[in-house]
């Protein structure tokens, strides 16, 4: 099993490789540089004024039609997922893609040229440790051409793929577990591959000047065309596997996790990248910082007895630890076994109630509208809750933080927050609550 102490890498030199890109046949060379730790990878337009740097990040996510295309402002890298995919699976978490063309050198079609690179790079590990992304409840993205992928919990990081053509021909699955040893063994060689069918809108949309037999399968009716033969007998789930690495690799973070997918795509791969950075992000809101301030970052429990009208045994904060600009803050609670509920909830097993989790998070919600409002003579009501999940059960001796943050608000009148309750770094509770204005 790996662990979280494992380190960042990068390449060990500088190497380089020649080529034609698919899309625009033009003659492109790419060099590939070590990169310092937390750099991630980024591409280099060697070509234009000023060499712009396009970081390899969901956010910058133009276009998935057939390949995948990053860009920021009016740069734009295309089929990037080949050479992520190599990068991702081979181990290197740092490193920068300089090219002199808007698109790497497609090569064979698949992976195999950019191992071949990386292996002559060499990949060396870096002091700073990894940073992954760990899969605790499952996620899923579906899309309205049948693509469906599910992220499952999961110690490493697995591809199980379902790959159907047309008519369900060429269908074929296949699952492992994506190690630098497996990728450049059984996914790395898996070449692009393409249905006749859908050949010819490309070339009428000028997608594949570059495109030819030695750089993609085509698939006709049953006929498999190619310079040279299969690969493997299932070629083209491998390629979908490869695609799918690739893609994901935007998310920014090593994936420990189970994916399980059916007919992906491009854009597919895509949604669940940002699904994931997202999560990630929602995430990193969430683990508090556990050093509590005091003084002005926060509110100690008389400022925040001088702004809730609530008490013993129903005031629900301790102690406000921030605000977050004007949107966000951040309370603490630390849930003892003297708290009254308790004696009834239940006798012999102590559970904190979800209602008074809910409460917790009005209170603190209630807390970040004064600041907001910065008046008393007005009193926020709490009007409704949607979407209140209770994800983990609250034990005595539990340190609480409550998190809540203006989703929305109408003027003086009404506000809607987003809040959280979280222990140890997992959610254990989430709602959407609803307030409106009155006078006191
Ligand atoms: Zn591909």
Redesign the pocket.
Known sequence: MSTSLELQHTVGKTASLSGTSLHTGEKVSLRLHPATVDHGIKFKRKDLPDEPTIDARIDNLKMVER?TTIGEGSIRVHTV??VLAALSAMDVDNAIVEMDANEPPIGD?SAQPYVDLIKKAGVIAQEEARKFFDVREPMHVESKTGALLVLLPCETFRVSCTQAGPNNRFAQFLSMEITPATFEREIAPAR?FVYYEDVRPLMEKNLIKGGSLENAIVVRGEAVLSKEPLRFADEFVR?KI??IV?DLALAGRRIRGHVVAVKPGHAANAELARALAREQTRRSAMSGSHAIPIGDAGLDTGEVMKILPHRFPFLMVDRVIGFEGEYKITAVKCVTINEPFFQGHFPGHPVMPGVMQVEAMAQVASLLLFKLTKTTSRIGYFMSADGVKFRKPVFPGDTMFIHAELTRSRGERMAKTKCYCVVNDAVVSEGELMFTFLDK
Do not use: N, V
Request: net charge negative; glycine share 22%; proline share 0%.
């Open positions: 390949a997922e080949h079609g692009t390629h490869l695609d690739g």
